[in-house]
Each structure stands twice: as structure tokens, then as C-alpha cells.
Nanobody
Framework: QVQLVESGGGLVEAGGSLRLSCAAS????????MAWYRQAPGKQRELVASSASGARTNYVDSVKGRFTISRDNAKNTVYLHMNSLKPEDTAVYYC?????????????WGQGTQVTVSS
């Protein structure tokens, strides 16, 4: 059974950096989209960055130039490199993958990791 396990969150001062990681276990056959979402208190979950299987990436405007999504297909892992962090980046970050794992093709979510940026 496929599971996503996240790591790398924490507390950082404004202007600092963090790297989030998310690995898929359970031997998925193929991973299509990998992405990171975040949800701040009192707000809806929003897409932060995504990476299609063809390496095309997309970012929400508020993180462009500061965050980078990357993937290691051999390790079934997606990363989110976050630089120049701002207090408004504080949220729970969730990884997402669309995975083919016989007999299904479906969406999977990580458990969430807290990122707190102090001013």
C-alpha cells in the first residue's frame, strides 16, 4: 500500500530557508504529478508548486523566485526548497502525488508538516 511520508518542517526566522521532502513507499508503478499544498490557519488549502511527469513545473505567484520544487523519480521523492521565507509562508505543508499502483490510479496525500516563519 502506498504511503507518503513527509519531513523537513520546522521553525525558521524570516529570510531563512527550509527543505521539505516527501517520499512514496509501497513500490508505486508510476508517479505522475507531484505537488506541494499548504494550509494556513483559517484559510483554504492552496497549491504551492507542482511538477508534472514531464518535468514541467508551476508555482503560485506568491512563491515564484523563492521556492523550487524538484523530484527524484528513482527515489519516488519530491522536494520543496524554500528560500527567503516570510511570516506569511507559515502553514501546514502537504505533499501530493498522483500514483499508479496496481490495481488503482489515484491521489495520495502526506500527513502534513508544520512550517513556522518568525518575524
Amino acid at each position: 500500500q502506498v504511503q507518503l511520508v513527509e519531513s523537513g518542517g520546522g521553525l525558521v526566522e524570516a529570510g531563512g530557508s527550509l527543505r521539505l521532502s516527501c517520499a512514496a513507499s509501497g513500490s508505486p508503478s508510476r508517479i505522475y504529478t507531484m505537488a506541494w499544498y499548504r494550509q494556513a490557519p483559517g484559510k483554504q488549502r492552496e497549491l504551492v508548486a507542482s511538477s508534472a511527469s514531464g518535468a514541467r513545473t508551476n508555482y503560485v505567484d506568491s512563491v515564484k523566485g523563492r521556492f523550487t520544487i524538484s523530484r527524484d523519480n528513482a527515489k519516488n521523492t519530491v522536494y520543496l526548497h524554500m528560500n527567503s521565507l516570510k511570516p506569511e509562508d507559515t502553514a501546514v505543508y502537504y505533499c501530493y502525488m498522483y500514483i499508479s499502483a496496481a490495481p488503482t490510479i489515484r491521489s495520495y496525500w502526506g500527513q502534513g508538516t508544520q512550517v513556522t516563519v518568525s518575524s
